[in-house]
């Protein structure tokens, strides 16, 4: 299959964008950007479409995926029981990087859920997802748009280098602006949980709804299969510091083909960010990197999301 890439232009995005609109209104999978990273999508309403992505990626069948709307009223035919706190923290967050947890609508097929009685849905602020969820005036159920257990895809070409040849079209959008996946957040127990930290920090959510709130550990597995998985995975070792001296120390021992990653740091390094994450894992992977040392400062060791990537990678 030859894999068509597009490029819409802001001037024209509709008219851009409606080609990809009519692939997954005839159940194609399609890949496009959104702030976080891109997404490999399909109509919610067609089981046979959503099969279709955990073949492409090579996802285990038990992780679900996560719905994308363009408007809010759409949550209800997908959620039922829904909490205030959905309410509060829509309002202040979406559109934008934050994933809600809720119970599911039996209307909904379990397949987009992996058969659990849940439902991820977002409301992406990405123009062009946005403009394809409009055209198409349905969910568009989509994962990250690469192939399971490689890092998720920050640019087009990331895509094209795990799914060339396996989906009929691309979205090009540029480089994504966030870099890492949504913040998931469940509503369905007594207290919210925080699933997957990302750029809507936990601070920020807390804030939001006055109260504090857990942070799942890997006993949450039943409640999100996604955190059994082994996640973001260069090939190249990661390694972590935490203190500048054994950085130093590390990197004067042998010799060995490796990418440095810092926020600051004295010796020639890559900046480290979660915008450009990825990338360096890839970049790291493309040039066969022995490792991937990167220094972890207060800074880096309070970021939650950042830190969650880097602990993931790093297993
Ligand atoms: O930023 C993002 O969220 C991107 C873009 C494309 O929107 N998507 C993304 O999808 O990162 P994915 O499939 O790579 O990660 C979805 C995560 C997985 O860890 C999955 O287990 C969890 O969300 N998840 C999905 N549905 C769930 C559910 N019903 N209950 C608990 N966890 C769920
Ligand atoms: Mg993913």
């Known amino acids: 299959m030859r894999t068509i890439r597009i490029h819409p232009e802001p001037q024209s995005l509709a008219a851009d964008v409606s080609l990809a609109a009519e692939f997954l209104r005839k159940g194609e999978v399609i890949a496009f950007p959104t702030e976080t990273v891109y997404g490999l999508g399909a109509k919610l309403s067609d089981a046979q479409a959503l099969k279709k992505i955990y073949e492409i990626k090579g996802r285990p069948s038990d992780n679900p995926l996560i719905v994308h709307i363009a408007e809010l009223e759409w949550i209800y035919d997908l959620a039922v029981d829904i909490p205030k706190d959905f309410f509060t923290l829509q309002q202040l967050f979406w559109p934008g990087p934050l994933t809600f947890v809720l119970k599911r609508n039996p209307k909904v097929d379990g397949t987009v859920s992996a058969g659990l009685p849940t439902i991820a849905v977002r409301m992406p602020c990405h123009p062009i997802a946005l403009k394809l969820l409009e055209l198409l005036q349905e969910p568009i159920a989509a994962p990250s748009a690469n192939l399971s257990g490689r890092p998720s895809p920050t640019t087009a070409a990331h895509v094209f280098e795990d799914l060339q040849g396996k989906i009929p079209l691309l979205i ?14 469940s ?8 699933l997957r930290p990302g750029s809507i920090s936990k601070e920020a959510l807390e804030k939001a709804l006055g109260k504090e709130i857990a942070v799942a550990t890997r006993h949450a597995v039943p409640i999100s299969p996604g955190m059994k998985y082994r996640h973001y995975a260069p090939n190249a070792k990661v390694i972590l510091f935490q203190s500048e001296k054994d950085f130093l120390a590390h990197l004067a021992g042998a010799p060995k083909r490796r990418m440095v990653l810092a926020r600051r740091f004295a010796e ?16 790291a992977d493309a040039e066969n990197y022995d490792e991937i040392c990167i220094l972890c400062d207060a800074e880096v060791q309070n970021d939650l999301a950042l830190m969650n990537r880097l602990q993931l990678a790093s297993k």
């Not at 090009?172 to 957040?185: N, P, Q, W």
Request: net charge negative; hydrophobic share 40%; glycine share 8%.
């Open 172 to 185: 090009d959008g540029g480089s994504c602006e966030v870099g890492i996946e949504s913040t998931v957040l």
């Open 187 to 194: 509503l369905v127990q007594e207290e919210p949980l925080l």
């Open 268 to 283: 020639e390094h890559h900046v480290l960010s979660a915008k450009e994450l990825f990338a360096h894992f890839r970049r």
